[in-house]
């Protein structure tokens, strides 16, 4: 028996679902939510007994800017218990796309917000409208002080579980307690009060415990009704029920249970409505892209303060790191809001990757002009913004006129010690010969640190024996052998010429298939069959040289465009993507297929800060960085800047580029479309996005798979500097962990002090003994850490700099 009491009883909760954005732009939803906060309020005064649950720290902020007085009433029914603060995230996300370092994010300024604000924290995440909920989701709440977890989707049809309410507990270990929701639809207000609490009184004995019942209004705002509140205190005082019903928070009635037998869930929660996996592309594009911005500015700010050179950004950071958790509102970043709105999220996005430039080049420049450029040659400096050293091809561009003589000749590239390396000139940005010069090259750059090199205009005496070939028929290096498919303009095979084998059937091969669902996909079980090949148009060589050959190929289908760059390094056993897709269809889906040639395959995907292996049946799921599909002690790994969903069926990996349904349709079997309108579909424009395939030996956690996403996302930034004497040498190393399979993310200031903070997560699900070395701080420390356990560190500031395991709260 759960509940402490024989006689179970139903915990009213009376909330609004609200979405700030979704058929509706944000500054409709501020006009929305301020009166019904307002009517909640009206509802306080009208009966002694309702209780409001809602908190969202981003929608506070509004009401704070736009109403103080209204902000002043919410803090005081707050204050007097009638007020529930029942969500510990900025926002209600989704929970698939982001990065595991977002959801830590969302919990940290949400929990800091309500502090400040209101003197408490939530212990619950009310996250019930989201597109189904990542596996490490359990650690990341629990360690951001919530112990409980409540959500709508999947539905009972989409996911059996064993109870409405459970433990969910992550891989490490850590759990929460979770309860879903409503009926088949998420959010499920009743419409009959008096009829759905009767008929959950009388099921209480069957469940085996007491339950929550969500009341309220849904969506655009709206709080309980008058109505609502009548009906539930005519059940309240009813005689001769065999349960009670009461006001009451999510806080009660989690705190009320006796927990220990309720069954274990270890999984994620994942809905079949899979629209929303890959809708919009490009707002979950830009959320990467302003994740990464926002890593490498704490990070690079870190150490330009530690030097001394600049005041770390504190609050500004902040600031930024909440746009980001906006858009990440799962009706946002799951492409199911109106047109308008992408024009607000792509603003937005801009504001943060502008901003946070703009203190990464300020932070970097204030220590590159302090760095010994004086050798001959005109210097580049190459920063790794990733905690681990990193060895990649780098490219870099110089400008000549009118500084310099015009120069369209071969270059010459020199480290620190003299030493040269090959370098191969291409194609410049600027359309004007000679007037700028761009070039590659090969290196190992230092964890979190730089390289100085040289560049020299003139040929180098050094011969370089590349085994680079290239023609309209295919590319290969000493290592790989990729032939092309000529009628549609993808690769045919990849062979392993060390052992002669196949590895690779036909890749990045564009499959069209029929989509007739809406925004979600409600109306339909995922995608429907083929609908034929791309056909090439032409194939052309690109770059010929020593370090990089590229093949271009161009195809079409009906009034799509597209183009495919190969890529293939010297000496390199990895084989890369680009393409740029021109789309105006309609009610279709888009993939890129690979074929693995594995037979009956483990599939492995990445997850927030972590990773979660799926089956093969063909069945659409979300996806991170990368994809990999192994068996018989081998495998492939795929990794990806514009890629978030995929199916893998038999041995082949479909991953979803776009797809085009008509903006914000949600589709109604009462209310159909007027098909004689003229609407907009999703995704039409260009698309442009990369891959690399990674063939490997045995387990792609032996091949540092995480690692290889990570900098294939995060590349290095380049400094064109001048020459200049300086104290800092021409290479140096700010922070680096030494360790098997776990990845140290973050470096940054304390939220409240100055102390430092470093997050670290494991990811292969091995216990790993780590040595984080920071020489700025003046500190070496040994850690060990857990199977895929998320783990933050505080060094504090002083002169013994000791360091204490913290939450993610810090």
Known sequence: MLAKDKK???????????????????????????????????RMEE???????????????????????????????????????????????????????????????????????????????????????????????????????????????????????????????????????????????????????????????????????????????????????????????????????????VGEFIGQLDTAPLPDVKDELMVRDVGVFSNNNEVKKNNRLCEY???????????????????????????????????????????????????????????????????????LQSITKDIDTSPEGFPLVVWNPNMFSIHTPVEGEMQWAWEFDWYEGPLRLTTLNGEELPVQVIQEYSALPGFRSRFLFRDTIPSLGYKVYHVHCEQSQQKYASSLQVSEAGLENKRLRVQIDRDIGSIAAVYDKKTGEQILGKTSQFLLREDKGDIWTFNTSGFGPPLGDIQMQSAKIIEEGPLRAILRTKGRFEDAYIEQDFILYDDSDTLEGRFRVDWRGENKVLKLTFDTLIENPQVTSATPYGEIQRNCNGREFP???WLDVSGNNRGVSILSDSFFAYDVKDSVAALTLLRSPIFAHLHSSNRPIDTEKDYEHIGWGRHEGSWKLIAHKGDW?????????????????????????????????????????????????????????????????RQDELTLNLPLVGKSCKIKCNEHEIKTLRIKKGDNQSFEEVDNLE
């Open 293 to 363: 911005a926002m890593l490498n500015a704490e990070k690079i700010a870190f150490i330009a303060d530690l030097l001394g050179e600049r005041e770390y950004p504190k609050e500004q950071l902040k600031r930024l790191w909440q746009d980001v958790l906006f858009n990440q509102f799962h009706d946002i970043i799951g492409g199911a809001s109106v047109k308008p709105s992408y024009f607000d999220a792509a603003n937005m996005h801009g504001r943060v990757l502008q901003s946070a430039g703009e203190l990464l080049h300020y932070s």
């Open 623 to 625: 996806t991170g960085e």
């Open 47 to 249: 009966s002694t007994g309702f209780i409001y649950s809602f908190s969202s720290p981003a929608v506070f902020e509004w009401i704070k800017n736009v109403d103080r007085e209204l902000f002043r009433r919410i803090k005081q029914k707050v204050n007097e218990g009638r007020w529930e603060l029942v969500h510990g995230w900025w926002i209600q996300p989704d929970c698939n796309t982001a990065s595991g370092e977002s959801y830590v994010r969302q919990g940290l300024y949400a929990q800091m917000y309500l502090k400040e604000n209101f003197g408490r924290q939530a212990t619950t995440a009310f996250n019930t409208d989201s597109f189904g909920h990542n596996i490490m989701m359990p650690q990341m709440l629990k360690k951001s002080g919530m112990n409980s977890y409540v959500f709508g989707r999947p539905s009972p049809k989409q996911q059996t579980l064993p109870a409405d309410l459970f433990n969910w507990v992550s891989p490490d270990g850590s759990s929460v307690i979770a309860f879903r929701n409503g009926g088949e639809g998420a959010n499920t207000f009743s419409a009959n009060l008096e009829k759905d609490i009767a008929a959950l009184g009388n099921k209480l004995p069957e469940i085996g415990h007491d339950n929550i019942m969500i009341y309220g209004v849904t969506n655009h705002g709206g709080a309980p009704t008058k109505k609502a509140l009548t009906d539930i205190e005519k059940m309240i005082d009813q005689k001769g029920k065999n349960y009670h019903v009461k006001f009451s928070t």
């Open 701 to 765: 956690r032996e091949n540092a798979v995480p690692q290889q996403a990570i900098a294939f996302n995060n590349p290095v930034v380049t400094i064109d500097e001048a020459n200049h004497p300086g104290a800092r040498p021409a290479m140096d190393s700010f922070a680096e962990l030494e360790a098997n399979s776990a990845i140290a993310t973050v470096l940054k200031r304390a939220e409240y002090g100055n102390d430092t903070i470093v997050r670290i997560y494991e990811y292969a699900g």
């Open 8 to 42: 179970y009883g139903i915990y009213m909760i009376g909330t609004t679902h609200f979405d700030p954005v979704w058929m509706w732009t944000w500054d409709e939803g501020m006009a929305s939510i301020r009166s019904t906060f307002k009517a909640a309020l009206n």
